[in-house]
C-alpha cells in the first residue's frame, strides 16, 4: 500500500494518524460523558407526576 513511501515516513504517518485517532476516540468520550451528565439529573417518574399535578390544578 506505500511502496512508494520510505520505511521512515511510514512509521511518521501510522504514529500520525494513530494519534489522531486516538484524539478523536477521547472527544467524543469527554463529549457523550458531558451529555450522561445532562442526564443524570432528569427523573422521569418525578417529572411526569409534578407536571400532571400541575395539569389538575389548572383544569376549570
Known sequence: MFNAVPEEYKLVIIV????????MVIKN???????????RGRDFKTNYY?????????KP
Open 16 to 23: 500520525v494518524v494513530l494519534g489522531v485517532l486516538c484524539f
Open 29 to 39: 468520550n469527554s463529549r457523550n460523558q458531558s451529555k450522561l451528565r445532562g442526564r
Open 50 to 58: 409534578q407536571r400532571k399535578k400541575e395539569d389538575e390544578e389548572n
